[in-house]
T-cell receptor
Framework: GESVGLHLPTLSVQEGDNSIINCAYSNSASDYFIWYKQESGKGPQFIIDIRSNMDKRQGQRVTVLLNKTVKHLSLQIAATQPGDSAVYFCAENSLYSSASKIIFGSGTRLSIRP | NAGVTQTPKFQVLKTGQSMTLQCAQDMNHEYMSWYRQDPGMGLRLIHYSVGAGITDQGEVPNGYNVSRSTTEDFPLRLLSAAPSQTSVYFC????????????????FGEGSRLTVL
């Protein structure tokens, strides 16, 4: 079946360094991708999104890169802070399909070393 | 604005019991959905709705029923709870575009933790 997956389940980063979280997807019809952050005991929160007609999109301290050729996207967090500790999920949707489904990957836990 | 409100936050059931998880949103969102999250895993879509009177199945719909009689509410019903339904349940809502979920964020509730013994 089609799925959205992640390369690494956990990532440990030194405070102040950049973090890179990777995600692979298999549905070639996916044209919209989103990154969510989930802190302990809370619901996921939207971070940034990107449509398939773009390769890169930047937000505040975050950048999402999309490589459609290899069906891969990544989330880069600059100057990682303790507040960035969370589980990060990539998710995908097909905006022009008849189904309104956002499918989530399994998540990567980001921990920050002081 | 309260956003997306889920009740109860915690619930313990015995196998075979029934219950309803409530979800309400005050953002006038047409789209609402239910996800379950098992330990160390991602979110799996159970059911979703693109408007009042319209519901559809997600990835893992078996054992769950939904209805959408108003724009604000989207309850999730477990008719006969099973231990496999022990999980954290999240309700989420968003805007629609042309009757379908468009681009844009899902707004999540805080979750309902369900344990089935």
């Amino acid at each position: 079946g089609e799925s959205v997956g992640l390369h690494l389940p956990t990532l440990s980063v030194q405070e102040g360094d950049n973090s890179i979280i990777n995600c692979a997807y298999s549905n070639s019809a996916s044209d919209y991708f989103i990154w969510y952050k989930q802190e302990s005991g809370k619901g996921p929160q939207f971070i940034i999104d990107i449509r398939s007609n773009m390769d890169k999109r930047q937000g505040q301290r975050v950048t999402v890169l999309l490589n459609k050729t290899v069906k891969h996207l990544s989330l880069q967090i600059a100057a990682t802070q303790p507040g960035d500790s969370a589980v990060y999920f990539c998710a995908e949707n097909s905006l022009y399909s008849s189904a309104s489904k956002i499918i989530f990957g399994s998540g990567t836990r980001l921990s920050i070393r002081p | 604005n309260a956003g997306v409100t889920q009740t109860p936050k915690f619930q313990v059931l015995k196998t075979g019991q029934s219950m309803t998880l409530q979800c309400a949103q005050d953002m006038n969102h047409e789209y609402m959905s239910w996800y379950r999250q098992d330990p160390g895993m991602g979110l799996r879509l159970i059911h979703y709705s693109v408007g009042a009177g319209i519901t559809d199945q997600g990835e893992v719909p078996n054992g769950y029923n939904v209805s959408r009689s108003t724009t604000e509410d989207f309850p999730l019903r477990l008719l006969s709870a099973a231990p496999s339904q022990t999980s954290v349940y999240f309700c989420a809502s968003s805007y629609t575009l042309g009757g379908q979920l468009g681009a844009g964020e899902l707004f999540f509730g805080e979750g309902s933790r369900l344990t089935v013994l």
